[in-house]
């Protein structure tokens, strides 16, 4: 019910947008989250934004560099990811959750992730 698209091959300094578009569900009523996960490393979570877009969360390794942001009217959340570095290669991963915040072990949905690589 999650979609995950918009990864590829980037060379370092450079943008790509994901996005996150939701069937089945109305994600109007839902927080939602961008985590990622690199070879051999746990997932971590990059972005989270409220049902309402207007509170906005970002780890530390992207603040200032990624933006999320969402189109409810698209039933779609977005996340810009600017300047990029090779260490933000990894499969990322959209979820959504009715109740709370973006914690990953309490997501009621999970999309298929895109496989974002950074490299020259």
């Known amino acids: 019910q999650l979609q995950a698209s918009g990864g590829g091959l980037v060379q370092p300094g450079g943008s790509l947008r994901l996005s996150c578009a939701a069937s089945?569900?109305?994600?109007?009523?839902?927080?939602v989250g961008w985590f990622r996960q690199a070879p051999g490393k746990e997932r971590e979570r990059v972005a989270c934004?409220?049902?309402?877009?207007?509170?906005?969360s970002y780890a530390d390794s992207v603040q200032g560099r990624f933006i999320i942001s969402r189109d409810n009217a698209k039933n779609t959340v977005y996340l810009q990811m600017n300047s990029l570095k090779p260490e933000d290669t990894a499969v990322y991963f959209c979820?959504?959750?009715?109740?709370?915040?973006?914690?990953?072990?309490?997501?009621?949905?999970w999309g298929k992730g895109t496989q974002v690589t950074v490299s020259s």
């Open positions: 979820a959504a959750v009715r109740y709370g915040w973006c914690v990953d072990n309490v997501m009621d949905y």
């Open positions: 934004i409220s049902s309402r877009g207007n509170t906005l």
């Open positions: 089945g569900i109305t994600l109007d009523y839902y927080a």
